[in-house]
């Protein structure tokens, strides 16, 4: 093959790389928040305000979040009757039973902590990555 035929071999990869990387931008899912919108059935009537965005789904919370940790590690996750509470770095995702399947709730972690405190206490580290550096006085320092 000569130089002009090398060329264009060359140029047709680029542009089917190109092609390829755009199509996994377009459709891609590059978090937990986005998977849930790809993957659950929209529920506007169980939105809290604007806080939080709800989807059901038939399964368990317990399944539902298996699912999603699956493909999304949490940071952090709580677990107990009342549901499972998934941390991530900007967004909480929070799956609670219904009599039929899971309510889940997709929220900014700037609201979903202070909403969940109460449940989740400690278990959510607050904070972009935050680092538990122990307790006591001075602890932080």
Known sequence: MNRRGWLVVGVSM??????????AIVFG????R????????RSVADDIGRDATAYRSDQTP????????????PDDRY??????????DDDSVVILPLAAGSLILLERMSTAHPRYHSTVGTAWVWGRDTNVRGGGPGAGK
């Open 34 to 41: 986005a998977w849930v919108e790809d993957r659950y059935s």
């Open 14 to 23: 680029a542009l089917v790389g190109a092609l390829v990387a755009g199509a």
């Open 79 to 88: 677990v107990d009757d009342s549901g499972v509470y998934l941390r991530y």
């Open 29 to 32: 899912t590059f978090s937990a």
């Open 62 to 73: 317990a399944r539902v979040a298996d699912e999603i940790t699956d493909s999304w590690n």
